[in-house]
Protein backbone atom coordinates (compact mmCIF):
# COMPACT_ATOMS: atom_id res chain seq x y z
CA UNK A 1 0.00 0.00 0.00
CA UNK A 2 0.95 3.36 -0.13
CA UNK A 3 2.61 3.54 3.13
CA UNK A 4 6.12 4.55 4.55
CA UNK A 5 7.13 0.52 5.92
CA UNK A 6 5.83 -0.34 2.14
CA UNK A 7 5.73 1.72 -0.75
CA UNK A 8 4.18 0.37 -3.82
CA UNK A 9 7.27 1.11 -6.09
CA UNK A 10 9.85 -0.64 -4.09
CA UNK A 11 12.22 2.29 -4.32
CA UNK A 12 13.18 4.66 -1.30
CA UNK A 13 11.87 8.23 -0.89
CA UNK A 14 15.37 9.43 -1.29
CA UNK A 15 15.38 8.09 -4.79
CA UNK A 16 12.44 10.08 -5.60
CA UNK A 17 13.44 13.65 -7.10
CA UNK A 18 12.88 16.55 -5.40
CA UNK A 19 11.91 20.12 -6.65
CA UNK A 20 10.92 20.46 -10.25
CA UNK A 21 7.89 20.51 -11.83
CA UNK A 22 4.82 18.32 -11.34
CA UNK A 23 5.54 17.63 -15.52
CA UNK A 24 9.27 16.80 -14.29
CA UNK A 25 8.37 14.50 -11.61
CA UNK A 26 5.90 12.37 -13.84
CA UNK A 27 8.59 11.79 -16.62
CA UNK A 28 10.88 10.52 -14.04
CA UNK A 29 8.40 8.08 -12.10
CA UNK A 30 5.91 5.55 -12.52
CA UNK A 31 2.88 5.84 -10.88
CA UNK A 32 4.45 3.66 -8.36
CA UNK A 33 7.42 6.42 -7.84
CA UNK A 34 4.71 9.06 -7.53
CA UNK A 35 2.68 7.75 -4.55
CA UNK A 36 6.62 7.63 -2.88
CA UNK A 37 6.42 11.40 -3.46
CA UNK A 38 2.87 11.60 -2.05
CA UNK A 39 3.80 9.89 1.48
CA UNK A 40 7.22 11.45 1.83
CA UNK A 41 7.02 14.76 0.26
CA UNK A 42 3.16 15.26 0.96
CA UNK A 43 3.29 17.23 -2.17
CA UNK A 44 -0.48 17.17 -2.73
CA UNK A 45 -0.60 19.99 -5.28
CA UNK A 46 1.75 19.01 -7.37
CA UNK A 47 0.93 15.41 -7.48
CA UNK A 48 -2.64 16.31 -8.82
CA UNK A 49 -1.40 18.69 -11.57
CA UNK A 50 0.87 15.75 -12.33
CA UNK A 51 -1.59 13.04 -12.32
CA UNK A 52 -4.10 15.51 -14.17
CA UNK A 53 -1.25 15.51 -17.10
CA UNK A 54 -1.02 12.05 -17.18
CA UNK A 55 -2.70 10.24 -19.89
CA UNK A 56 -2.03 6.78 -18.62
CA UNK A 57 -3.83 3.43 -20.30
CA UNK A 58 -5.33 1.28 -17.93
CA UNK A 59 -4.66 -0.04 -15.09
CA UNK A 60 -2.63 2.73 -14.72
CA UNK A 61 -5.15 5.05 -15.15
CA UNK A 62 -6.76 3.49 -11.68
CA UNK A 63 -3.74 3.94 -10.27
CA UNK A 64 -3.90 7.41 -10.75
CA UNK A 65 -7.45 7.96 -9.43
CA UNK A 66 -6.03 6.52 -6.51
CA UNK A 67 -3.34 8.63 -6.14
CA UNK A 68 -5.75 11.44 -6.66
CA UNK A 69 -7.72 9.94 -3.91
CA UNK A 70 -4.68 10.44 -1.62
CA UNK A 71 -3.90 13.88 -2.49
CA UNK A 72 -7.82 15.30 -2.28
CA UNK A 73 -7.79 13.61 1.19
CA UNK A 74 -4.28 15.33 2.11
CA UNK A 75 -5.99 18.43 1.09
CA UNK A 76 -8.97 17.96 3.13
CA UNK A 77 -11.41 17.89 0.13
CA UNK A 78 -13.20 14.93 1.24
CA UNK A 79 -16.31 14.76 -1.00
CA UNK A 80 -13.80 14.74 -4.12
CA UNK A 81 -11.38 12.10 -2.72
CA UNK A 82 -14.14 9.02 -2.01
CA UNK A 83 -15.44 8.91 -5.27
CA UNK A 84 -11.69 8.39 -6.57
CA UNK A 85 -10.91 5.87 -4.10
CA UNK A 86 -14.23 4.18 -5.46
CA UNK A 87 -13.42 4.46 -9.21
CA UNK A 88 -9.85 3.27 -8.45
CA UNK A 89 -11.46 -0.32 -7.24
CA UNK A 90 -13.96 -0.49 -9.71
CA UNK A 91 -11.17 0.17 -12.21
CA UNK A 92 -8.69 -1.97 -10.62
CA UNK A 93 -11.40 -4.68 -10.73
CA UNK A 94 -12.43 -4.53 -13.53
CA UNK A 95 -9.18 -4.12 -15.24
CA UNK A 96 -7.13 -6.68 -12.98
CA UNK A 97 -9.28 -8.60 -10.90
CA UNK A 98 -10.23 -9.10 -7.47
CA UNK A 99 -6.85 -10.34 -6.67
CA UNK A 100 -4.57 -8.38 -7.86
CA UNK A 101 -2.37 -6.44 -5.81
CA UNK A 102 -3.38 -3.17 -7.13
CA UNK A 103 -6.92 -4.37 -6.65
CA UNK A 104 -5.90 -4.99 -2.95
CA UNK A 105 -3.66 -1.69 -2.90
CA UNK A 106 -7.07 0.71 -3.84
CA UNK A 107 -9.18 -1.35 -1.74
CA UNK A 108 -7.15 -1.01 1.41
CA UNK A 109 -6.40 3.27 0.76
CA UNK A 110 -10.38 3.28 0.38
CA UNK A 111 -10.13 1.43 4.13
CA UNK A 112 -8.11 4.02 5.58
CA UNK A 113 -9.76 6.53 4.12
CA UNK A 114 -13.04 5.45 5.61
CA UNK A 115 -11.02 4.57 9.17
CA UNK A 116 -9.67 8.22 9.05
CA UNK A 117 -12.91 9.62 9.20
CA UNK A 118 -14.02 7.23 12.27
CA UNK A 119 -16.49 4.94 9.61
CA UNK A 120 -14.93 1.72 11.35
CA UNK A 121 -17.94 -0.68 9.88
CA UNK A 122 -17.10 0.58 6.43
CA UNK A 123 -13.04 0.19 6.83
CA UNK A 124 -13.46 -2.94 8.11
CA UNK A 125 -15.81 -4.08 5.61
CA UNK A 126 -12.96 -3.04 2.86
CA UNK A 127 -10.00 -4.51 5.07
CA UNK A 128 -11.69 -7.97 4.99
CA UNK A 129 -12.42 -8.10 1.39
CA UNK A 130 -8.98 -7.53 0.57
CA UNK A 131 -8.26 -10.04 3.17
CA UNK A 132 -10.31 -12.41 1.80
CA UNK A 133 -8.82 -12.37 -1.47
CA UNK A 134 -5.19 -12.23 -0.02
CA UNK A 135 -4.87 -13.78 3.42
CA UNK A 136 -1.38 -12.53 4.00
CA UNK A 137 -2.06 -9.13 2.41
CA UNK A 138 0.44 -6.98 5.52
CA UNK A 139 -0.99 -4.31 5.37
CA UNK A 140 -4.75 -4.96 5.81
CA UNK A 141 -3.69 -7.27 8.72
CA UNK A 142 -1.53 -3.85 10.20
CA UNK A 143 -4.97 -1.31 9.71
CA UNK A 144 -7.62 -3.88 10.72
CA UNK A 145 -5.33 -3.88 13.86
CA UNK A 146 -5.44 -0.37 14.00
CA UNK A 147 -9.06 -0.09 14.03
CA UNK A 148 -9.72 -2.31 16.41
CA UNK A 149 -7.18 -0.70 19.23
CA UNK A 150 -9.21 2.63 18.02
CA UNK A 151 -12.81 0.83 19.08
CA UNK A 152 -11.12 -0.65 21.72
CA UNK A 153 -11.09 -4.16 20.68
CA UNK A 154 -7.92 -5.40 22.25
CA UNK A 155 -8.52 -9.47 21.19
CA UNK A 156 -9.46 -8.93 18.02
CA UNK A 157 -6.41 -6.52 17.18
CA UNK A 158 -4.12 -9.08 18.77
CA UNK A 159 -5.87 -11.37 16.76
CA UNK A 160 -4.87 -9.63 13.34
CA UNK A 161 -1.64 -8.88 15.13
CA UNK A 162 -0.41 -12.24 15.38
CA UNK A 163 -1.33 -13.09 11.42
CA UNK A 164 0.93 -9.61 10.83
CA UNK A 165 3.81 -11.54 13.29
CA UNK A 166 3.52 -14.52 11.31
CA UNK A 167 4.25 -12.28 7.89
CA UNK A 168 7.09 -10.23 9.38
CA UNK A 169 7.54 -10.50 13.32
CA UNK A 170 10.35 -7.69 13.68
CA UNK A 171 8.15 -5.34 11.74
CA UNK A 172 7.86 -1.85 13.43
CA UNK A 173 4.47 -1.25 12.98
CA UNK A 174 3.88 -4.85 14.35
CA UNK A 175 6.07 -3.39 17.52
CA UNK A 176 4.92 -0.52 18.19
CA UNK A 177 0.51 -1.65 17.74
CA UNK A 178 1.41 -4.69 20.28
CA UNK A 179 3.02 -1.78 22.72
CA UNK A 180 -0.08 0.08 22.24
CA UNK A 181 -2.16 -3.11 23.39
CA UNK A 182 0.52 -3.27 26.41
CA UNK A 183 2.09 -6.57 25.45
Same mark, same amino acid.
Given at each position: ?28 ? #? ?14 ? #? ?31 ? *? ?6 ? %? ?9 ? *? *? ?20 ? !?? %? ?6 ? /? !???? #????? /? ?14 ? %???? /? ?5 ? #? ?15
Amino acid at each position: GLHPANTSSGRAATATPRGGSPTSLLAAC #DAGCLGDILVYGRRFD #DTVQACREARPSPPHAWQIQNLLGIARFGQGRL *DEAEPLYL %AAVEGHKRVLG *D *DHWRTLESTNNLANFYSRQGRY !EE %AEREFRLA /L !EKQP #DFFVS /LINLARIYIDAGMENS %AAKE /LDEAAKL #DPKHEMVKNLRKQLGG
